[in-house]
């Protein structure tokens, strides 16, 4: 079984514009999170997304905002990017909402200049 | 709020030692702590997690000791291998929102030969 793909692997932005990561997740998996990983402030929830709907969502500003298709696909939009924005974007799918075990992909590293 | 404390940043084992690392957390209503382990380029893994109704779980060269009365649970890896060098991430998620997940800081374990 295919793991958690993401893409693109590597992006370069400059600062105002827009980003479009995307996740697909494992075969069958419905939910699909996405954290945020910099050296500063660690691995942080970014939000969740169960059957096309947000069910949780972590403190980030509305630049950052999300959506998931009915295949489970999910995207991930950062609009007016910052230089802060500059992390490893990291996707993971578990099969259910409330399954404890997440499968987490490669990430996407986007740097911001 | 660092509601996930993990200690040491950085931890240095000979090959067949026994590598600790250790987490603190704050919040009473988390009820699940995975372990992760991420190598270079790569998304996190899980290692083991563990309940709050046991005291101890082992997988392998893997256990985590967990205190709920001091809100602390250790990850211990017995006999530690070079190919164990990686960062190592604790976590924990309240129940029903087993996705949305807080990491402690990691810690980079180096297995000398």
């Known amino acids: 079984k295919a793991g958690v793909t993401q893409t693109p692997r590597y992006l370069i932005k400059t600062r105002g514009q827009q980003v479009t990561l995307s996740c697909s997740p494992i075969?069958?998996?419905?939910?699909v999170s996405w954290y945020q990983q910099t050296p500063g402030q660690g691995l942080q929830f970014l939000f969740e997304?169960?059957?096309?709907?947000?069910?949780n969502k972590g403190n980030f500003p509305g630049r950052f905002s999300g959506r998931q298709f009915s295949n489970s696909r999910s995207e991930m939009n950062v609009s007016t990017l910052e230089l802060g924005d500059s992390a490893l974007y990291l996707c993971a799918s578990s099969f259910s909402a409330v399954q404890e075990t997440q499968y987490f992909g490669p990430g996407t590293r986007l740097l911001v200049l | 709020q660092q509601q996930v404390k993990q200690s040491p940043q950085s931890l240095i084992v000979q090959k067949g030692g026994i590598s600790i690392i250790n987490c603190a957390y704050e919040?009473?209503?988390?009820?699940?702590f995975p372990w992760y382990q991420q190598f270079p380029g790569k998304g996190p893994a899980l290692l083991i997690a563990i309940r709050p109704d046991v005291s101890e779980k082992k997988e392998g060269r893997f256990t985590i000791s967990f205190n709920k009365s001091a809100k602390q649970f250790s990850l211990h890896i017995m006999d530690s291998q070079p190919g164990d060098s990686a960062t190592y991430f604790c976590?924990?998620?309240?129940?029903?929102?087993?996705?949305?997940?807080?990491f402690g800081t990691g810690t980079r374990l180096q297995v000398t030969l």
């Open positions: 976590a924990a998620s309240k129940a029903g929102t087993a996705s949305k997940l807080t």
């Open positions: 919040n009473t209503a988390f009820d699940y």
């Open positions: 997304y169960f059957s096309e709907t947000q069910r």
């Open positions: 075969s069958g998996h419905r939910s």
